[in-house]
């Protein structure tokens, strides 16, 4: 009797245990959240991501009932903000936003610290429409003309980009490599510098964002002659698109995506992507980012990371070719 008693006693004391590994406080994200949550953009105050991440920052607090607030951890192109958020816990109380240089910072940097799958995405905000330029007075009215010529004078057309490494430069080595047009680069450390350069005569053309050449296309200085995008941009509706060029996978725009550490629950992840997916849906939120400059795309977190995998291995194949970061 004592017997059974005692091995009564441990079987309920082993379902007491049991039961309790079920209900440990916020292990399924029940709770979550309970604390301030923190945005980090990982580029300077006024960048699109900083814009994009205050805008919607007020309606996530209000979606998830505590403070979300973004902060600046900027250096390193970026890598510093972005090995910050991999460093923290995986508990979805740091979320990091990003623009391209994410994927491609390991590419052009061996042993920067941290890899794409380092983190599970969130949400794919949207895009930045970018527009390949050229100078008012060049002879070139369309693409074809541009490619044309510069397979005929091989050596003697330059392309302009922000630096080795950046969206710019692999933009234009994925143009190389599509149209098999040659261009010489020509690092100049910025897109304003970029566009002052086409203005200059000093190079011949170049991948911007369309916020960059807005105000230089407005005042007809400078001419677009491709949307490196999948749709036309709503402010130039005459400037066709890559796609219609027939060169698809020239669609190098800029997006912005949300994302946590890796192996942060699923739950929590769940809870975040319903967040800033109804965020995104809110129509004040919507126009307040469309007027940032973004297209919204609004994808869940498995059709992001679908996209995030097209990437690495787009732009891995052309640091291969272009023998960036080798």
Known sequence: MHRIYKRSSMVVLGLVILAG??????????????????????????????????????????LLGQAVVVVNKTGGGGAV?????KDAPADGYTVLIVPPPFVLIPLARKGIGYAVS???????????????????????????QLIADANKNPGKFTFGTPGTGTSGHFGMELFKMETGADFIHVPLGGEAPV????????????????GTARA??????????????????????????????????????PWFIFLVRANTPPAIVDRLARAFKE???????????EKAGLSIENRGPEETAKFLAQEHKKWSEVARVAKIGQ
């Open 21 to 62: 590994a079920f209900f440990i406080p916020g292990a399924d994200g029940a709770e979550y959240p309970t604390k301030t949550i923190q945005i980090i953009n990982p580029f300077p105050p006024g960048a699109v991501t900083d814009i994009t991440a205050r805008i919607m920052s007020d309606k996530l607090s209000s």
């Open 81 to 85: 903000g972005i090995k910050a958020v």
């Open 118 to 144: 380092d983190f599970t995405p969130i949400n794919f905000a949207g895009n930045n429409p970018s527009v390949m330029v050229v100078k008012k007075d060049a002879p070139w009215q369309r693409l074809e």
């Open 195 to 210: 566009a002052t350069a086409i203005l200059g005569g000093n190079i011949h053309t170049s991948i911007i964002a369309l």
């Open 216 to 253: 230089h296309l407005e005042a007809g200085t400078l001419r677009a002659l491709v949307v490196t995008a999948q749709n036309r941009a709503k402010e130039f509706p005459a400037v066709p698109t890559v796609v219609e060029k027939g060169y698809p996978t020239i669609n190098i725009s």
């Open 279 to 289: 965020a995104l849906q809110d129509k004040e939120i919507a126009g307040k980012v």
